[in-house]
């Protein structure tokens, strides 16, 4: 029987071998988005998968604005889980928002983690004139995206899923994020949203001190190449990989490129 704190995240362990991975999910998405890589890897490795709260099959009886008002919450979620699994020494691999959730959770306990990677990770989606930061965003761009996720929920996950996954050739792509999107509760969403978007974690990158993988796709709508440049220039232990793939979701539309790029870099 699971516990209540693995109950509340749908987490399990599958897989086989010594090393951890933690598989963590970005934004409007959940745990399968990571099934091509959950297959090539549970020969080798144990892997870690969860929901986060508000997502997926998690407990949404756990959500609160209140709660969930910064990404630390989220990072102490993923300490509470490998806390609960008596975990240590983990290969912890985060897509978009969940490189800094991996980040912070680094930053608080160091010793839970051997190594990062950060898929579409950023520290900060808004540009920031003063310190010439281009994060991809003005406040403009973001206000009006929070205004088409309150007038119509499901029409602006609809028109996003595309825009995010890219390969508009593979349009079955964007029908599965846009699924998941829409499978959140709007209200959620839209609160998710805001903590992710408006976060600024530039001042925590220098403060790691885990070794860390950073991977950059191309045409990322979230993620411009000089934010992978800017992270990559500030954590003291990191290295950045361009890889040959496009979109925000690389891990489901060019699921062997991170698969084999994953491998390769994994601190065994």
């Not at 745990?31 to 508000?54: C, K, M, N, S």
């Not at 980040?103 to 990062?116: H, M, S």
């Not at 496009?246 to 060019?254: F, I, Q, V, W, Y």
Request: contains cysteine; glycine residues 6%.
């Amino acid at each position: 029987m699971l516990s209540r704190v693995l109950n509340r995240h749908h987490a399990q362990v599958v897989g086989q071998g010594e090393q951890i991975l933690v598989l963590a999910h970005g934004f409007g998405s959940d745990q399968t988005a990571w099934r091509h890589q959950v297959e090539a890897f549970t020969p080798f490795y144990r892997i870690l998968l969860f929901d986060h709260i508000g997502a997926g099959q998690s407990d949404m009886n756990a959500y609160s604005p209140r709660r969930y008002r910064s990404l630390y919450s989220y990072a102490e979620d993923v300490l509470e889980l490998l806390a609960e699994l008596q975990l240590t020494d983990v290969i912890f691999v985060g897509h978009s928002v969940s490189g800094m959730v991996g980040l912070l959770a680094a930053l608080l306990d160091p010793a839970r983690f051997r190594q990062l990677l950060f898929i579409s990770a950023s520290p900060r989606y808004l540009n920031d004139p003063a310190t010439n930061y281009i994060g991809g965003f003005e406040q403009s761009d973001l206000d009006a995206l929070y205004a088409s996720m309150s007038a119509n929920y499901y029409a602006w996950a609809g028109g996003f899923a595309p825009l995010a996954m890219g390969n508009p050739e593979r349009p079955e792509l964007a029908g599965e994020f846009a699924k998941t999107l829409s499978a959140i509760r709007p209200d959620v969403a839209q609160a998710v949203a805001r903590v992710i978007f408006q976060s600024d974690h530039r001042a925590d990158l220098p403060k790691l001190t885990v070794p860390t993988t950073i991977l950059q796709s191309n045409n990322d709508i979230a993620v411009p190449p000089q934010v992978g440049r800017y992270m990559a220039d500030k954590i003291s232990q990191a290295t950045l990989i361009n890889i040959d793939a496009e979109g925000h979701l690389p891990h489901l539309s060019a699921p062997a490129v991170v698969t084999r790029t994953l491998a390769e870099c994994f601190i065994v």
